[in-house]
């Protein structure tokens, strides 16, 4: 699972147009300093836990989850602790498309 592989500094998925979701498992890539997310078109939120990625240098589209009940994404909040981010990131509101 990808939740085991700690030591992963980049994921780079710009284009996965199918991808729905990220695993909530993904809180376990503390090494993880690029994730790129851009061009996810059906992305609709982000995992809970996104904010434990504290190494997190690069982060291209934040998508906050939707307020409706059986919602499990992660919120705006959990940007609070990426203190390391750099450059430009796109903020998408109530599950729109990362593109």
Known sequence: EIGELSNLLSLDLIGCQHLEKLPGEMS??????????YGC????QMPIGLG???NLQRLDCFV??????GDLGGELAELNAL???EGELRII???RRCE
């Open 28 to 37: 376990n890539l503390i090494n993880l300093r690029h994730l790129l997310v």
């Open 93 to 95: 509101l109530g599950g």
């Open 83 to 85: 203190n390391n981010l």
């Open 64 to 69: 906050a989850k939707q307020s409706g009940p």
């Open 41 to 44: 078109e059906e992305l609709r």
């Open 52 to 54: 434990n990625l504290t």
